[in-house]
Nanobody
Framework: QVQLVESGGGLVQAGGSLRLSCAASGRTFSSAVMGWFRQAPGKEREFVARIRWNGARTYYTSSVKGRFTISIDNAKITVYLQMNSLKPEDTAVYYC???????????????WGKGTQVTVSS
């Protein structure tokens, strides 16, 4: 089992920044890849970014490329999502998830956190 706890969400104005954190515990060695997903009201959960535990092979969905940065602190067993130049359309619940291989498909991620709300006002 892998436990994931997100934090760092909040309310921010358009153009602002937030940094989300995802603290992992348990059998983290069983999951090679960490990802961030988001779900806006009335929409399906969508892939945002992923990274391997060794910090390699980052990948972003096109709508956040150049604005969001995913990173890992192995000492703290924590994954971060730095979000800059936020837009109202970034408003969603953001979820951290763990998978055993590189994927953008939510069905390939085995473990999930409970999510943190990000609201961007215009």
């Amino acid at each position: 089992q892998v436990q994931l706890v997100e934090s760092g969400g909040g309310l921010v104005q358009a153009g602002g920044s937030l940094r989300l954190s995802c603290a992992a515990s348990g059998r983290t060695f069983s999951s090679a890849v960490m990802g961030w997903f988001r779900q806006a009201p009335g929409k399906e959960r969508e892939f945002v970014a992923r990274i391997r535990w060794n910090g390699a092979r980052t990948y972003y969905t096109s709508s956040v490329k150049g604005r969001f940065t995913i990173s890992i602190d192995n000492a703290k067993i924590t994954v971060y999502l730095q979000m800059n130049s936020l837009k109202p359309e970034d408003t969603a619940v953001y979820y951290c998830a763990a998978a055993t291989f590189d994927s953008t498909y939510r069905g390939d991620y085995t473990y999930w956190g409970k999510g943190t709300q990000v609201t961007v006002s215009s």
